[in-house]
């Protein structure tokens, strides 16, 4: 049967103390019709200044959710303990309740909670409740919102979005517009998740109050002193992932939609790698690594994923203290999450004839092989921070992603991608398709040996999409050394193009669970669908 759809589309409506599905889906905030928080709410206010109840203003949201687990996350306006309840119907009958942590300073009042042994294939209602840690009887009001687990049965199907790079390039939350609108509209598709695709903020990126646009008019801005900067304490990270939660779209998205996050340079500064050390004015801490460290705990406090470090977790579950993993959903899709900031080599011409670090580094190649073949999803997407075949340049010489513009055989980064390829086709892996963002416009490669340098690999498919928030940018040149096709790309001619001038892109992927076809959209902000693309499933690549 085709996907899974819901009976009825959610609505807007004011939450009351007994919402129906349409409130709970829209109402996670007894704020949400408001664009943006107040301004006592951007911050942490200490316990001593705060009268009333906990109050959880920046909304719930939930990640890594699979067929039976998932994780949801709050944050409290002063220390409280975290009290998350489950049912499978609004009312909240024979709610089940999961003891969350207490929330305090040491994680900017955040918290997350694990909840194992959940149905498959369900939808899961679930409030949050902040209670006083000194008078448990005291609790501020609840906070809702639902989520679908991943189906054990194929035929249910699966749809998914995604995007990613949120407020880049200086363009922020701008309220004459409405905010990021684009969350709403992706709101309204109601996927069974979101996979943000890295640059999930711009820790380099200052947000001024105003900025003219070259036909003159005028781009307003929310701002913060945290994005008055570039991020470089710990509060100023914090301060940086805080900021894309003062938009009402985006909380309302969070209460409805799970998220599978990584990250890439913006979440600490641009084209960073581990190891460099800043010639730039602008900051006065100039180890990347000491800022990389303070982003990720950052990172780990306001996103619930799975293999961070436990931070205000209810438990250690398989923590390790790695962004990279797998999210399975069920037996037609598995989900690679990479990093390839964290173990890449320096920035370079990428010429080097030996490269066993390169992009992703030794352990996470090893581990995303063994992983690749371990896999009886029907289709295995990866979930790839940078594009493969686009040239990402980093100043005049070197290059940031894995192409480096010589059409050759493969050198420098590319080895480690051949290595993969060449993997996947000897260990005949089947229905592997590239998911990315990055470069600030949308497009779809098609890679096949017979166009390429390097020949030992199957044929398989890479699509873009981006940017959710962020300056539009034209499109790159493609590296021939694996063969790419460029069948379709939407980009600005000219860089830098803000949300007002250019619309925002993300991409649809749905898997049928009676044929098992992988149809892939990529989407403009506005409803328009700009390319599809029908794969077929049970091939080596795709």
Not at 70 to 87: F, Q
Request: charged share 25%; aromatic share 10%; net charge neutral.
């Amino acid at each position: 049967m085709p996907y899974r759809r819901p009976q009825s589309q959610p609505e807007s409506r004011p939450q009351s103390p007994s919402p129906d599905r349409r409130a709970v889906l829209r109402g996670s905030l007894a704020a949400s019709a408001a664009l943006a928080l107040p301004a006592t709410a951007v911050g942490a206010a200490p316990a001593q200044a705060l009268s009333g109840r906990p109050r959880a203003p920046w909304g719930v949201q939930t990640g890594d959710v699979t067929s039976s687990s998932g994780l949801v996350w709050v944050r409290s306006d002063r220390p409280a303990r975290m009290i998350v309840e489950t049912s499978a119907t609004e009312s909240f009958r024979r709610a089940r309740r999961w003891h969350g942590p207490l929330l305090g300073p040491g994680t900017d009042f955040t918290g997350t909670t694990a909840l194992r042994g959940l149905p498959a294939g369900e939808q899961v209602h679930y409030r949050v409740t902040l209670a006083d840690p000194d008078d448990p009887r005291r609790t501020g009001e609840a906070f809702r919102g639902t989520f679908r687990t991943a189906s054990a049965k194929r035929r249910d199907g699966v749809r998914f979005l995604w995007s990613g790079d949120i407020a880049g390039q200086g363009w922020g939350i701008n309220p004459d517009i409405g905010g990021y609108r684009v969350y709403e509209e992706m709101r309204r598709l109601d996927p069974d998740f979101f996979l943000c695709s890295g640059d999930t903020v711009y820790a380099d990126g200052v947000i001024q109050p105003s900025v003219t646009l070259p036909d003159g008019r005028t781009w307003r801005n929310i701002t913060t002193p945290e994005k008055s900067k570039v991020a470089e304490t710990l509060d100023e990270f914090r301060g940086n992932f805080r900021y894309n939660l003062l938009d009402a779209n985006v909380r309302r998205f969070n209460a409805q939609v799970p998220s599978i996050v990584q990250w890439d340079d913006h979440e600490v500064r641009n084209n960073w790698y581990p190891g460099q050390i800043l010639d730039d004015a602008r900051y006065t801490e100039k180890n990347v690594d000491v800022l990389a460290a303070r982003s990720m705990r950052a990172f780990s406090e306001y996103f619930p994923v799975s293999t961070l470090p436990a931070r205000g977790r209810a438990d250690g579950g398989e923590d390790d203290g790695r962004i990279y993993r797998v999210v399975r959903q069920g037996p037609l899709l598995d989900v690679f999450v990479l990093d390839m900031r964290t173990y890449r080599n320096a920035n370079s011409p990428g010429r080097q004839p030996d490269d066993a670090t390169g992009i992703l580094g030794a352990e996470q190649l090893a581990w995303l092989k063994r992983e690749l073949s371990r896999s009886r999803a029907v289709w295995k997407v990866i979930a790839s921070d940078m594009p493969l075949g686009i040239v990402v340049p980093d100043g005049a010489a070197d290059f940031e992603a894995v192409a480096q513009g010589d059409p050759g055989a493969p050198l420098g980064r590319e080895l480690q991608i051949a290595e993969l390829l060449r993997h996947i086709k000897h260990a005949r892996i089947t229905g592997t398709v590239w998911l990315t963002a990055d470069v600030h416009y949308t497009s779809a490669q098609h890679y096949d040996p017979s166009r390429a340098a390097f020949k030992d690999f199957a044929p398989f498919w890479e699509f873009v999409s981006g940017p959710l928030a962020a300056g539009g940018f034209p499109a790159g040149r493609l590296d021939a050394t694996f063969g790419p096709d460029q069948v379709f790309v939407k980009a600005p001619t000219r860089a830098n193009v803000s949300p007002m001038e250019s619309p925002q892109y993300f991409g649809e992927v749905e898997i049928d669970g009676a044929s098992g076809e992988l149809t892939v959209r990529l989407r403009a902000e506005g409803g328009v669908v700009l390319f599809s693309k029908v794969l077929q499933p049970g091939r080596v690549g795709a």
